[in-house]
């Protein structure tokens, strides 16, 4: 035992405080049961010690002036090009003593004769002077003068009057995109604190002698949905996230939290509660403002007609202008992270209870998606292991998905099951998982056509999810029930639901459309890690659903002279079944594979130098699984990385190594071109610039 805990790695020590805590409430209070309460307290005593976990940190933004600095504060000036043009026009000393009437006048030259350096200056003062206001608490002014600076700055940007001498070379032009973002930002700030961010709604802003009226709009996949309310990604700093993916250009990155529907609407069942999305925010004037110089009011002149879209990056990363493609400013990564904040989620306490007790899990088990279903797309399908969950496969999700070439042409589908039971029970409620997701997204047409992208399924497997994943593409024939009974199911006594379930478990075939299996560390032959004095303690701590214990016990005592080997009956928790001794792993392997399956493994190699390794003591392995389990032999490819167990698929050589067999299989199906694609370094070409250092 203490060889086992010397081998640990860092990182699953520090999960055990998580796992103590748990265990001994619910021993100590001899709870069978636990409820969503219980797990969110536990979460929130668990969070106080845990400073990486992955989430969000708010940015603490203090820009009011108090009373006594605003005595002696003064507001920024423009800069010299600015002050330059003031000079010239006769406006330096008006804008001291009344900038409002400066910049005014200022757009109605601009107006009158259409220039970059009239538009630019009314844009940068009318933006300062939107900061001054705002950290002075003059909210409604600020608002004006933001407005002010979005209007002359999308004119500067994308009026065709001002195209020739546009010069993407000159200062002018980087620093007008930052006012853009910035102004918008500033106004959308406060339509969020107003709660007026709704899409659908008509919304007016007064600039300094005009108006702008907008509409708000979520084009896209997400456009039938509503939301509960929008955040914006500068507002935060992302932590525990090893990459962060941003895009730059215009527009505002935000993060909308997606409002959950009645249970009986479509395909609402596979997203999970709270769902944040990446959105952009990219206004748009559709009409051009009045060219009269002498247009100084309102009532002067027609309203400003524009649009404001909220656009998903990960579906539109340009904007069309006319006849201008416009790069948007994004972030996929921050809006991710804003979800995991909840400690349920990023203490590993949602994966410590679902190990203990199969019945906490039972409610949340599942497929989520966190995208629209696309029919058009991939379905990747990310199976997490032993004492784990969806969220252990952030880092590799996120890298995978900031490739343009895998977003626009997979779905990422995330599984969640109880992993303290039996690995082929599991299987079996995957199995039908799978089925049933099929059949709803498809109502059963098209299901034998190979072409279509539902067909091409990827199962990617981490540790124990590595073998419920092999276990969706084997027809099993007798090779699993033999082990149990030779008789036929038929022939036991008990109720008929539990004997079918019996039947799903050992008597299964391939789940259609399944082309590819990636499987990372996965106990292939078993794991000597489960050896007596663990799987006691999974006894011990672990709780499996009633309907397995109960009524598998009842059907092995009523069934004794049928039954040859009750053991996977009477299987006490997934510890037990990962003994290398388990016979299901022989016939795992000698199963027949689904039509057109291929197999791709990935298993690390951990030394950490230790006495028992040094004298031979300790074969070859991760840490938990022995590279002799670990080795696939039926893989068509197969790499080792240095890397522990629990965080291998977190290894960006792993990540790698993925991201080349998805691109492959769009190769190998006609998805797209291999000229086309940039393919990551393989570790073969790593190895000898490692070899060289």
Request: include cysteine; charged fraction near 20%; charge should be negative.
């Amino acid at each position: 035992m203490i060889q086992a805990f010397d081998n640990l790695y860092p990182s699953l020590r520090r999960w055990l405080p998580v796992c103590a805590l748990a265990t001994a409430i619910l021993c100590s209070s001899g709870c069978r049961t636990i409820s969503i309460d219980f797990a969110r307290n536990v979460a929130g005593v668990a969070s106080v010690v845990n400073r990486n976990a992955i989430g969000t940190r708010p940015i603490r933004r203090v820009n009011n002036l108090g009373p006594v600095r605003r005595l002696f504060a003064e507001s920024p000036p423009p800069s010299e090009r600015t002050k330059q043009l003031l000079r010239r026009y006769v406006l330096e000393d008006q804008y001291l003593l009344d900038p409002d009437e400066a910049i005014r006048r200022m757009q109605a030259y601009a107006l009158a004769e259409p220039g970059l350096e009239r538009t630019h200056a009314v844009a940068e003062l009318a933006f300062k002077q939107g900061e001054w206001s705002a950290r002075l608490g003059q909210s409604n002014r600020a608002s004006r003068m933001y407005a002010t600076a979005l209007e002359s700055s999308y004119r500067f940007l994308f009026d065709p009057d001002l195209d020739i001498g546009r010069n993407a070379y000159d200062p002018q032009f980087r620093s007008i995109s930052d006012i853009y973002n910035r102004s918008l930002e500033a106004i959308l700030r406060r339509l969020i604190r107003d709660d007026k961010l709704v899409p659908g709604s008509m919304v007016s802003l007064e600039t300094i002698n005009n108006q702008i009226d907008f509409v708000i709009e979520v084009p896209g996949r997400w456009s039938g949905e509503a939301f509960e309310k929008f955040e914006l990604v500068n507002d935060f700093r992302v932590q525990g996230v090893e990459n962060q993916y941003r895009t730059y250009g215009l527009g505002v990155p935000l993060i909308g939290v997606r409002k959950s529907r009645d249970a009986s609407v479509a395909f609402e069942e596979f997203y999970p509660p709270q769902l944040t999305m990446a959105l952009t925010a990219f206004l748009e004037l559709a009409s051009s403002p009045s060219r009269d110089p002498y247009a100084t009011s309102l009532e002067d002149s027609d309203a400003i007609v524009a649009k404001l879209s909220l656009i998903d990056p990960l579906e539109q990363t340009i904007a069309q202008v006319g006849q201008r493609m416009v790069p948007l400013e994004s972030d996929i990564t921050t809006p991710m992270a804003r979800y995991l904040n909840d400690p349920l989620l990023n203490t590993n306490v949602f994966a410590t209870l679902a190990l203990l007790n199969a019945d906490f899990a039972n409610d949340f088990e599942g497929l989520y998606m966190l995208e629209p279903y696309d029919p058009a797309k991939i379905p990747v399908v990310m199976i997490h292991g032993l004492w784990s969950s969806p969220v252990t496969w952030l880092q590799m999700f996120n890298d995978l998905r900031a490739d343009r070439e895998i977003r626009e042409r997979y779905q990422f589908w995330f599984c969640l099951y109880p992993t303290g039971q039996p690995w082929w029970e599991s299987a079996r409620q995957v199995r039908n998982q799978l089925a049933d997701i099929r059949q709803k997204l498809t109502n059963g047409q098209g299901s034998d056509d190979p072409s279509l992208p539902i067909n091409q399924t990827i199962l990617v497997g981490h540790s124990m999810g590595g073998l419920v994943a092999r276990m969706q593409t084997i027809d099993s024939e007798d090779l699993f029930w033999n082990v149990i009974s030779e008789h036929e199911p038929s022939e036991f006594a008990g109720s008929a639901e539990t004997i079918q379930r019996l039947e799903e478990t050992f008597r299964f075939q391939a789940n259609p459309g399944i082309r590819q299996v990636i499987t990372l560390a996965t106990p292939l032959r078993g794991s000597t890690y489960a050896n007596e004095t663990t799987r006691w303690l999974g006894r011990k701590a672990i709780t499996l659903p009633q309907a397995f214990t109960g009524e598998y016990a009842l059907i092995t005592a009523r069934n004794r002279n049928l039954i040859a080997n009750p053991g996977p009956l009477t299987v006490a928790t997934s510890v037990d079944s990962l003994s290398s001794g388990n016979p299901f792993f022989e016939r795992l392997l000698q199963a027949r594979s689904g039509r057109d399956v291929s197999y791709h493994n990935i298993y690390g190699s951990y030394n950490q130098n230790t006495i028992p390794e040094r004298l031979g003591w300790v074969k070859p392995g991760d840490g938990v699984v022995e590279t002799s389990s670990a080795r696939a032999d039926d893989a068509v490819s197969e790499i080792e990385i240095q890397s522990p167990h629990n965080t291998i698929h977190q290894n960006p050589l792993a990540i790698l190594e993925v991201k080349r067999i998805l691109l492959e299989h769009l190769v190998d199906n006609n998805r797209t071109q291999p000229d086309t694609l940039v393919r990551p370094v393989s570790a073969e070409m790593l190895q000898p610039l490692e070899a060289n250092r």
